[in-house]
């Protein structure tokens, strides 16, 4: 007897980042088989920590990661953004359990490298090809042909290009451009709170200067690791890179003005990052057939929201239930669906971080933390 059952979907995915690995972990819980394709030779942990929204956290917790995430991450009480100088509380942003009760999903404080080994955790090792850049793609009347740099094809029903902010897939999609340069840098670190000769950083604060600012927050639930990220006026020197040095001694000049508080957490940092911060407007067209992009390779931000990766993660569920219930023939639908379901948040929170004035007063945070994208309605 021949067995008549369709075999699932089979969705390939570019891009082992926080959004690939969301999605490929969505996907499969929707019973679709992935694949996902990274150009990178092996997982490295970077040195940066990364807030988990209480939005992300709701999808993160429909794969599994909550318990895990709790034991490995920081629990602020707040996001206190204070004056540059003064120290004068400008608006404390209040999370702790009071957040947990309003959004019904903690927010976290993580190490990246926790967070991406947690995602990582959630997707079969045998779903995942390292050290396979995807250098061409064509749609064929069944799916999607792929090739890659180490010389190997794939075919695939649909493909998902979560291949971040310098994105191959968009490129193949739209003829955009490059990201736009904000003009400014990121410098950034962790380092053991040791370092720190007991002097407590407090939960989360953003020091907010005129031209300037800096964050820093632990990123382990014992505070035993601390984490700061700057954006400062800078010429351009290089990609997007996280693995670029800065140096130190330029980071500490910098914000040589600051608070006493801020000059202690500079002093005690052995070394640092750069990165240069990046953006896009807002894109009109995310999917085209069978191709649809995913997190920064669509809608990449500047961090001053926190919220690009959550975006990404976000994307994932949609995507997911988009694509649960469709067959072959309606792939392009449920991708269509997708894009209408994401376009108006993605870009609405694009141009809120833009701006860079979330926390610096009293901000309404309900529409960004009280999102649930699993429960959240799709578009016809
Ligand atoms: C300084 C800074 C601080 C931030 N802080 C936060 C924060 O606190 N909270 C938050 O939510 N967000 C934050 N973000 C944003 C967040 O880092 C990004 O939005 C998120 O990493 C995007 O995930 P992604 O999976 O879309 O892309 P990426 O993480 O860039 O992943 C893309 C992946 O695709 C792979 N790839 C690229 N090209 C190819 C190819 N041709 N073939 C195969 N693989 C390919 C790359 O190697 C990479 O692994 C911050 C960003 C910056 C710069």
Redesign the pocket.
């Known amino acids: 007897m021949t067995d008549k059952r369709v075999p699932p979907l089979n969705i390939a995915i570019?891009?082992?980042?926080?959004?690939?690995?969301a999605a490929a972990a969505a996907l499969r819980k929707q019973g679709i088989a992935v694949t996902v394709?990274?150009?990178?030779k092996q997982f490295t942990r970077l040195g940066?920590?990364?807030?988990?929204?209480c939005n992300?956290m709701h999808v993160l917790r429909g794969l599994g990661l909550e318990r895990g995430l709790r034991a490995e991450t920081f629990y602020p009480r707040s996001w206190n953004n204070r004056h540059w100088q003064t120290g004068e509380v400008l608006f404390d942003m209040l999370f702790g359990p009071s957040a947990e009760q309003k959004y019904a999903a903690p927010y976290l404080l993580a190490h990246?490298g926790d967070l991406h080994a947690a995602l990582a955790g959630a997707v079969p090792a045998d779903c995942i090809r390292l050290n396979?850049?995807?250098?061409g793609l064509e749609q064929t009347p069944s799916g999607v042909r792929l090739s890659?740099a180490n010389g190997e094809t794939a075919e695939a029903d649909a493909l998902i290009g979560?291949?971040?902010?310098?994105?191959?897939v968009r490129k193949s999609l739209s003829n955009d451009g490059e990201p736009r340069f904000t003009g400014r840098i990121?410098y950034?670190t962790t380092y053991p709170a040791r370092r720190l000769g007991g002097f407590d950083i407090g939960d989360c604060t953003k020091w907010w200067g005129e031209d300037r600012h800096i964050v820093m927050y632990p990123v382990k639930a014992d505070r035993s690791e601390v984490y700061f990220?700057t954006s400062q006026p800078e010429p351009e020197s290089g990609r997007?890179s996280w693995s670029e040095m800065g140096d130190v001694k330029v980071l500490r000049a910098a914000f040589e003005s600051f608070h006493p508080d801020v000059q202690r957490v500079l002093a005690a940092c052995p070394e640092v990052h750069k990165?240069v911060?990046v953006d896009r407007e807002p894109l009109e067209r995310w999917v085209e057939g069978k191709v649809a992009l995913?997190?920064?390779?669509c809608h990449?931000?500047t961090?001053y929201m926190?919220?690009?990766?959550?975006?990404?993660i976000e994307d994932a569920a949609i995507l997911s239930r988009c694509l649960a219930d469709a067959g072959r023939a309606d792939i392009a639908e449920a991708l269509e669906r997708y894009e209408a379901t994401r376009q108006e948040r993605t870009a609405r929170v694009q141009l809120t971080s833009r701006q860079n004035s979330w926390g610096k007063g009293v901000t309404d945070t309900d529409w960004v933390y009280g999102y649930n994208a699993w429960t959240a309605p799709l578009a016809n």
Do not use: C, K, T, W
């Not at 926190?306 to 990404?312: D, P, R, V």
């Open positions: 570019i891009g082992a980042g926080m959004g690939g690995l394709y990274e150009q990178a940066a920590g990364i807030q988990i929204g992300a990246r396979h850049r995807l250098v890659f979560a291949d971040g902010v310098n994105s191959i990121a950034r990220v997007e990165r911060l995913l997190g920064d390779a990449p931000m961090p926190a919220q690009g990766a959550a975006m990404a």
